[in-house]
């Protein structure tokens, strides 16, 4: 079974960084697309980074949500992603959630981890 570990979350000021990561272990198919969604209170999850890598040429595909552009970076190393984010804002709190997508194996989710932005 796909075992999903992720870490990095926790309290921050307003303007402040963190840098999650997840790191995807035991997969039995190529991880495709890795990504970082976000879920706040009663809201259902969105869409906040995405990377996807080519297994032919290794090239890699990035997507950021309108709102994190230019502060988020995500990244990835085999099959552990990282998202640096900076100029944290109260916008930007809530539970964040790693996936991994084996396209037609199917997708995974993490545990989530806790962001708190203070003002």
């Known amino acids: 079974q796909v075992q999903l570990v992720e870490s990095g979350g926790g309290l921050v000021q307003h303007g402040g960084s963190l840098r999650l990561s997840c790191s995807a272990s035991?997969?039995?198919?190529?991880?495709?697309?890795m990504g970082w969604y976000r879920q706040t209170h009663g809201n259902e999850r969105e869409l906040v980074a995405t990377?996807?890598?080519?297994?032919?040429?290794?090239?890699?595909t990035t997507y950021y949500a309108d709102s994190v552009k230019g502060r988020f970076t995500i990244s990835r190393d085999k099959d552990t992603i990282f998202m640096q984010m900076n100029d944290l804002k109260s916008e930007d709190a809530g539970v964040y959630y790693c996936?991994?997508?084996?396209?037609?194996?199917?997708?995974?989710w993490g545990q989530g981890t806790q962001v708190t932005v203070s003002s």
């Open positions: 990377i996807t890598t080519d297994p032919r040429t290794d090239l890699t």
């Open positions: 996936k991994v997508d084996f396209r037609q194996f199917g997708v995974e």
């Open positions: 035991r997969t039995k198919f190529y991880i495709y697309t």
